[in-house]
């Protein structure tokens, strides 16, 4: 079966190289994850994330509680024993100690005007897209098929440009990731380890992040910049260690604990959590979930070293979100939400790639020729 040429792409996707035997069985992988994505409609889950006021519970919804905290610290309280009251005045739980957020992101938006702040915030965002711009443009035909990619990076970046949710952790945080994983490149790893830190030392869910990066800078045999992420987890982990000291300085035995982490809510909770993150909340559920598996499916399929660790990135916050996530703890999916639905626009010549293979029935004829 003879199939029209890549048209978006520069060169073929990874399906391109199957056997037909391996085509078949990604297919029929494919077809596994858009059937479990609609588990989606009966799991539970949290209205979609929005700074509207009207739309937040009383006065202590977490965006809330995060403006009282730095709010606090600009009066001139301390970080640990503001954080401590306002989750005791909210009903939150106290313990274990990562209950608490790290202070470096209270203490900065204590000290500079909201503006400030939010002028931070926009120039983030456009440094995300320029980046990824430039990283697709690099990887395209020609400019229509970047266009959409932009649009679709935009329709992941759509909580992020609500002026209500600057407080919120996760927001920050992703945003870092993404500039992590669009300035990196084969050799130039430094800048990206840097924001990597300053992502985890935002919310500290970014390790995960980083792990990601290590390994498969590792298996890459790209040695020194495994080393780095490692040293960059490190100076994690020493900070996380005077967090918790800090934190114990503040609470006790009394104080309320988590009710833990172990959702096991599955794929079907991964994939709404992302439709909640991003414009997809648009869509009906059904059709959201559906358009962000074939994102997933798309961002495995582009043969580029980038592509690849976003497509692995995903997947273990996925694995996170899936196995750990309880239903108010779906803004995780935020860690990851500004690039989640661009692998759509990969996805036509994906499948192109990949039913050529799949259909592929050329076979070998070996003819005996005598004298």
């Given amino acids: 079966m003879k199939l029209p040429a890549i048209q978006w792409l520069a060169e073929p996707t990874r399906f391109a ?47 809330v509680l995060y ?32 209950t608490f957020r790290l202070p470096g992101l209270a203490m900065v938006e204590a000290h500079v005007p909201r503006v400030g702040m939010l002028a931070l915030l926009f120039v983030l965002v456009a440094s995300v897209f320029a980046v990824w711009g430039m990283k697709l443009r690099s990887g395209m035909t020609r400019w229509p098929p970047v266009l959409i990619g932009l ?26 990731i993404a500039l992590s994983l669009g300035i990196r490149r084969q050799g130039r790893w430094v800048e990206a380890v840097a924001i990597g830190l300053l992502a985890m030392l935002v919310r500290e869910l970014a390790a995960l ?14 040695r020194r910049e495994a080393i780095g992420w490692g040293v960059a987890l490190a100076c994690l982990a020493v900070a996380v260690g005077f967090h918790a000291h800090a934190v114990g300085q503040v609470t006790n035995a009394a104080d309320p604990a988590s009710p833990g982490w172990s959702g096991l809510h599955g794929y079907g909770f991964f994939a709404k959590a992302m439709v909640l993150s991003t414009a997809l909340q648009l869509f009906p559920m059904a059709l959201g979930v559906l358009l962000f598996t074939c994102s997933l499916f798309g961002w495995a399929a582009w043969k580029d070293q980038a592509a690849g660790r976003v497509f692995l990135t995903l997947a273990a916050y996925g694995v996170a979100l899936a196995l750990f996530a309880r239903p108010d703890t779906f803004y995780w999916g935020l860690m990851v939400a500004p690039l989640s639905l661009i692998g759509l626009a990969f996805v036509p010549d994906a499948l192109r790639d990949l039913f050529r293979q799949a259909l592929d029935r ?10």
């Avoid at 009282?68 to 001139?76: D, F, K, P, T």
């Avoid at 309280?77 to 313990?95: C, F, W």
């Avoid at 050329?362 to 004298?371: A, S």
């Fill in 17 to 63: 190289a199957l056997a037909r035997p391996r085509a078949r069985i990604a297919l029929g992988i494919l077809a596994l994850f858009l059937l479990l994505s609609l588990t989606a409609l009966v799991t539970v889950g949290p209205p979609p994330v929005s700074g509207d006021p009207a739309k937040r519970a009383d006065d202590q919804s977490d965006v």
């Fill in 67 to 98: 403006e009282s905290i730095v709010a606090g610290v600009r009066h001139g309280g301390d970080y640990y024993e503001v954080t401590a009251d306002a989750l005791r005045a909210g009903n939150y739980p106290l313990r274990p100690f990562v």
């Fill in 151 to 176: 649009a679709l990076l935009a329709g992941g970046l759509m909580a992020f440009v609500q002026t209500d949710l600057w407080a919120f952790h996760e927001i920050w945080a992703g945003l870092l």
């Fill in 209 to 222: 992040y980083a792990i990601v990066m290590l390994v498969t800078a590792w298996f890459e045999g790209q």
């Fill in 362 to 371: 050329r076979r070998i004829t070996v003819t005996k020729v005598t004298r």
